[in-house]
């Protein structure tokens, strides 16, 4: 098929050519399906899959993993059809090391603008796409209206967008830290050590007062032992990063690891498992600035 008699495919030329993977979609935004010799990955799959397989089909098969940037790949015979009947094309994020967090309504822009770095943005039909250097896991639904495309995952292309894209920020991180928790079987199992509780001797360079902090602490670590297990995680990177910020001035050290230890203990108490309440109380206070350390 000659690109200039298809939009679509032309624009997936295009990002080949940018060296991003792109792949058409059908009608709904949907990939098209297997043929008969992928169906149910009778293949062995991709080989850029989650499991490595075997698959040499030359068609646009397995969604995502079928994205390529070889034009002759996307040119060939065996896509023809699936250009003839394109709706839109995609791009696999995660294949060109970027993310894409997908805001499906004004009230996602809104939390958005007021949570994220501003960074390059792209308008949808309904909300907005803002793009980040870096990859990360993909996953549906951290949060109401936001969904979170990179690696394993395919995005609709719908321009270049505007602005100066930034890299990824650990508040992004952390909306899929929840995806990764399970709850607990028995009684929570930590190693934490006991003496790992804030108090002023690890704090001889903060200049807030004892009271100041123990009241912020013991409201931050009630949010956090208020969620369930699945919630917890996002919970205490928000509130590590909160209590990381307001100690950004002081002249340190301010005992950021003793508060970041104790909000940990929290996340586990309700089910978070340790190595994912570390993973998000870490990034909330790498947040701060390093004088507060």
């Not at 929840?178 to 903060?206: F, H, M, N």
């Not at 950021?256 to 089910?271: E, M, N």
Request: glycine share 10%; with cysteine; aromatic share 6%.
């Amino acid at each position: 098929m000659h690109p200039a008699g298809n939009p679509h495919l032309t624009a997936a030329l295009n990002l080949a050519a940018a060296g991003v993977p792109a792949l058409p979609l059908r009608e709904g935004k949907l990939p098209f399906g297997n043929c008969r010799t992928c169906a149910e990955n009778a293949c062995g799959g991709r080989p850029n899959m989650k499991r490595a397989g075997t698959c040499h089909c030359p068609s646009v098969c397995h969604a995502w993993a079928a994205a390529t940037t070889d034009p002759s790949v996307i040119t060939s015979p065996a896509w023809a059809a699936a250009w003839r009947q394109a709706a839109a094309v995609a791009y696999h994020p995660g294949g060109v090391a970027l993310t894409v967090v997908d805001l499906d309504n004004a009230d996602a822009i809104a939390w958005a603008r007021a949570t994220l770095p501003a960074t390059r943005t792209v308008p949808t039909t309904r909300g907005e796409h803002w793009i980040y250097r870096g990859a990360m896991q993909s996953a549906n639904a951290v949060r109401p209206g936001v969904d979170i495309k990179s690696r394993m995952a395919y995005a609709r292309w719908l321009g270049p967008g505007t602005g100066t894209m930034t890299a990824l920020p650990p508040a992004v991180l952390a909306l899929v830290v929840k995806e990764e928790t399970t709850p607990p079987p028995g009684q929570v199992v930590s190693s934490l050590p006991g003496r790992a509780t804030w108090d002023r001797t690890v704090a001889i360079g903060c200049r807030h007062t004892e009271p100041y902090v123990r009241t912020g602490l013991d409201r931050g670590l009630a949010l956090v032992r208020a969620r369930t297990e699945s919630g917890a995680a996002s919970q205490a990177f928000g509130v590590a990063r909160f209590l990381a910020t307001q100690h950004a001035q002081c002249p340190g050290p301010c005992g950021l690891d003793a508060l970041g230890w104790q909000i940990v203990a929290a996340a586990i108490s309700v089910g978070v498992p340790e190595t994912y309440a570390h993973r998000a109380v870490t990034n909330g206070l790498q947040t701060a600035e390093s004088g507060a350390a």
